[in-house]
């Protein structure tokens, strides 16, 4: 799959997992053509995925070219005027527009044209029904009418569908700044606090549906709830441990940071999945970072969650200060802390002001309340009455550490001794799953094989090539142009996953492997033989000119899948020197 538009996450191989996400989107995509899809919320904390996810949708939209015209848009974190807002807009929605009727990624990437300009482009790609578009768009901006502009750029995705009977998808991300970036002068001291409400009407048409997002999200719900039955909700959730571990090896291939089957395990368990939680400990400025044994993660984590400098405690800094600057101070962290320490259930605004003794009416609560709910420092429970903590084991830590001198009878070293009581509690748990039939071990030995083949089999061929049987006599190692686990992209109709996929050069071979780490049964014919269906796939899939497929089992073969890699030209190795541990350059 191509990179159209470009995505945040910077190397595209980083984007892992999400599978149950992507398959829902794009499955309510589809629909989108039959005017089926009502408007949706995503919506989840800072750095947990979200703009990767709708930016990684965009891209398989405009590579399947299946008659629904993606369009992304992410709206400032800074003041602005409405009337270069809705330029910005508007532009954007047209340049995106263009680039895919003509199939042309270049236009995504213009910045700062002119109308002159875009015209010459509609005229240039046969778009000749945008150009009085741009011309009334124009002379509007002139007259300064702004909320004549925002009604008329805000409904011209789904009104250029509506005359020419097409379909858009809108992807609005950071929706929740609409209501408090936006302002009607130009010098940004009136704000317009309901601009987002104008989308009640335009969200309802099914041929240009909404998809939006937020990372506030309780200014999000709250914006959504003032566009009651518009949106139809659902959260991000973290991604499963088989997924976490898979984002754990990337960042070690592509970061060059050694790590072991243990500590990554570890990883996966004390971040709970959470994206953010991973890529933050991976890329850690701590000095004397070590991921690669349990001593180390542990002072990486108490550096990102306790430090200054960490990043984890920057963030939810962030949501912490926004809360305290919108409520007053008197009473708040007591509260925050209360929840934190009862985080296992929900507790009522009757029991919250009589465990805290609070002196204040239960208006004056609830006000406090949801403040605290809208800075996501706090959450909603299944009722309006109901709360509870942040559901995570890091949120808490970093709101003692910074309030440590606040709070009475506080030992900081209570924090490091709750991680080493969380570590003992995961260690235990990896050391009940990993026998030797674990899928973990299974995801490792693909790992070690793919760093190898990343870093150091091109640098010592004669060596790697001894720890392989049956490869052709031209074969060589090469610098590989990426090498990771495959699995098809969701716009393919056949699902499959391969192991290892090391892609060369056309004039070089491209290896394709599976992996078996398993002590007892022998790799067997029928798993040859389906191996090679696979392979046959992604070859096509992928357009792959020259390759070799191969098979790592730490167990060995049965003679008939060696006479059967014989015949087909395979490779094979039982080699333990290409899962032990390496340093990774």
């Given at each position: 799959m191509k990179i159209y538009l470009e995505e945040k996450i910077g190397n595209p191989d980083l984007f892992t997992g999400r599978k149950k996400e992507l398959k829902e989107l794009l499955n309510w995509t589809k629909k989108i053509k039959q005017k089926l899809s009502p408007s949706r919320a995503l919506l989840s904390r800072r750095k947990t995925g979200k703009t990767a996810l709708l930016q990684r949708l965009y891209n398989i939209v405009f590579d399947m070219n299946d008659g629904v015209i993606p369009f992304y848009y992410e709206v400032k974190e800074n003041d602005q005027w409405c009337m270069d807002f809705c330029q910005d807009f508007f532009m954007k929605f047209m340049l995106q527009y263009i680039a895919f009727k003509s199939q042309n990624p270049e236009y995504i990437r213009l910045k700062q044209i002119t109308y002159e300009h875009l015209i010459d482009i509609a005229k240039k790609e046969s778009q000749l029904h945008l150009i009085d578009w741009i011309k009334n768009f124009e002379a509007q901006v002139k007259e300064v009418s702004i909320f004549l502009t925002w009604d008329t750029v805000r409904d011209i995705p789904r009104s250029i569908a509506e005359i020419k009977d097409e379909r858009v998808l809108q992807m609005i991300d950071e929706f929740q700044y609409l209501n408090r970036k936006i302002y009607r002068d130009r010098e940004c001291k009136n704000r317009i606090s309901d601009f987002a409400q104008a989308y009640m009407s335009t969200a309802e048409y099914k041929n240009a549906p909404l998809l939006i997002s937020g990372s506030w999200i309780g200014m999000l719900m709250d914006d959504v709830i003032k566009i009651p039955g518009r949106f139809r909700i659902f959260f991000l959730e973290?991604?499963?441990?088989?997924?976490?571990?898979?984002?754990?090896?990337?960042?070690?291939?592509?970061?060059?940071?050694?790590?072991?089957?243990?500590?990554?395990?570890?990883?996966?368990?004390?971040?709970?999945?959470?994206p953010f939680y991973i890529s933050e400990i991976m890329r850690s400025s701590f000095p004397y970072k070590d991921l690669a044994n349990k001593e180390g993660v542990l002072k990486t984590l108490e550096f990102e969650t306790l430090n200054k400098r960490g990043s984890i405690r920057g963030t939810w800094m962030e949501y912490i200060y926004y809360a305290f600057s919108t409520v007053n101070e008197v009473h708040a962290k007591n509260i925050v802390l209360h929840l934190c320490k009862n985080k296992d259930r929900e507790l009522t605004r009757a029991e919250i002001r009589r465990d805290l003794k609070l002196e204040m009416s239960d208006a004056e609560l609830e006000k406090k309340l949801k403040a605290l709910v809208e800075s996501d420092i706090i959450e909603q429970g299944m009722t309006n009455f109901d709360y509870r903590g942040v559901q995570d084991n890091i949120f808490d830590k970093v709101f003692r550490g910074i309030y440590q001198k606040e709070i009475q009878g506080f030992d900081p070293k209570e924090i490091t001794n709750e991680y080493k009581a969380l570590f003992e509690k995961y260690l235990e748990k990896y050391r009940r799953l990993s026998g030797e039939f674990s899928h973990y071990k299974g995801m490792f030995a693909e790992f070690m094989i793919?760093?190898?083949?990343?870093?150091?089999?091109?640098k010592q061929n004669e060596v790697y090539l001894s720890m392989m049987h049956n490869l052709p006599q031209d074969f060589r190692f090469t610098e590989f142009k990426s090498v990771w686990s495959y699995k098809s992209a969701?716009?393919?109709?056949?699902?499959?996953?391969?192991?290892?996929?090391?892609?060369?050069?056309?004039?070089?071979?491209?290896?394709?492997?599976?992996v078996k780490n398993r002590q007892e049964d022998k790799f067997s014919l029928d798993e040859a033989v389906r191996f090679k269906e696979k392979a046959e796939i992604l070859i096509e899939l992928e357009k792959v000119e020259k390759s070799v497929l191969f098979v790592f089992c730490k167990c060995g073969f049965v003679e008939e899948a060696l006479t059967y890699f014989e015949a087909q030209g395979m490779a094979w190795t039982d080699e333990i020197k290409w899962i032990t541990e390496i340093t990774n350059k």
């Amino acid at each position: 799959m191509k990179i159209y538009l470009e995505e945040k996450i910077g190397n595209p191989d980083l984007f892992t997992g999400r599978k149950k996400e992507l398959k829902e989107l794009l499955n309510w995509t589809k629909k989108i053509k039959q005017k089926l899809s009502p408007s949706r919320a995503l919506l989840s904390r800072r750095k947990t995925g979200k703009t990767a996810l709708l930016q990684r949708l965009y891209n398989i939209v405009f590579d399947m070219n299946d008659g629904v015209i993606p369009f992304y848009y992410e709206v400032k974190e800074n003041d602005q005027w409405c009337m270069d807002f809705c330029q910005d807009f508007f532009m954007k929605f047209m340049l995106q527009y263009i680039a895919f009727k003509s199939q042309n990624p270049e236009y995504i990437r213009l910045k700062q044209i002119t109308y002159e300009h875009l015209i010459d482009i509609a005229k240039k790609e046969s778009q000749l029904h945008l150009i009085d578009w741009i011309k009334n768009f124009e002379a509007q901006v002139k007259e300064v009418s702004i909320f004549l502009t925002w009604d008329t750029v805000r409904d011209i995705p789904r009104s250029i569908a509506e005359i020419k009977d097409e379909r858009v998808l809108q992807m609005i991300d950071e929706f929740q700044y609409l209501n408090r970036k936006i302002y009607r002068d130009r010098e940004c001291k009136n704000r317009i606090s309901d601009f987002a409400q104008a989308y009640m009407s335009t969200a309802e048409y099914k041929n240009a549906p909404l998809l939006i997002s937020g990372s506030w999200i309780g200014m999000l719900m709250d914006d959504v709830i003032k566009i009651p039955g518009r949106f139809r909700i659902f959260f991000l959730e973290n991604i499963p441990e088989d997924e976490a571990l898979e984002m754990i090896f990337k960042y070690s291939v592509e970061e060059a940071i050694p790590i072991t089957e243990e500590t990554a395990q570890l990883i996966a368990s004390l971040s709970e999945g959470n994206p953010f939680y991973i890529s933050e400990i991976m890329r850690s400025s701590f000095p004397y970072k070590d991921l690669a044994n349990k001593e180390g993660v542990l002072k990486t984590l108490e550096f990102e969650t306790l430090n200054k400098r960490g990043s984890i405690r920057g963030t939810w800094m962030e949501y912490i200060y926004y809360a305290f600057s919108t409520v007053n101070e008197v009473h708040a962290k007591n509260i925050v802390l209360h929840l934190c320490k009862n985080k296992d259930r929900e507790l009522t605004r009757a029991e919250i002001r009589r465990d805290l003794k609070l002196e204040m009416s239960d208006a004056e609560l609830e006000k406090k309340l949801k403040a605290l709910v809208e800075s996501d420092i706090i959450e909603q429970g299944m009722t309006n009455f109901d709360y509870r903590g942040v559901q995570d084991n890091i949120f808490d830590k970093v709101f003692r550490g910074i309030y440590q001198k606040e709070i009475q009878g506080f030992d900081p070293k209570e924090i490091t001794n709750e991680y080493k009581a969380l570590f003992e509690k995961y260690l235990e748990k990896y050391r009940r799953l990993s026998g030797e039939f674990s899928h973990y071990k299974g995801m490792f030995a693909e790992f070690m094989i793919i760093k190898r083949l990343m870093y150091q089999a091109y640098k010592q061929n004669e060596v790697y090539l001894s720890m392989m049987h049956n490869l052709p006599q031209d074969f060589r190692f090469t610098e590989f142009k990426s090498v990771w686990s495959y699995k098809s992209a969701p716009i393919h109709q056949r699902d499959i996953q391969i192991d290892v996929f090391a892609q060369a050069k056309p004039d070089e071979y491209s290896l394709i492997g599976e992996v078996k780490n398993r002590q007892e049964d022998k790799f067997s014919l029928d798993e040859a033989v389906r191996f090679k269906e696979k392979a046959e796939i992604l070859i096509e899939l992928e357009k792959v000119e020259k390759s070799v497929l191969f098979v790592f089992c730490k167990c060995g073969f049965v003679e008939e899948a060696l006479t059967y890699f014989e015949a087909q030209g395979m490779a094979w190795t039982d080699e333990i020197k290409w899962i032990t541990e390496i340093t990774n350059k």
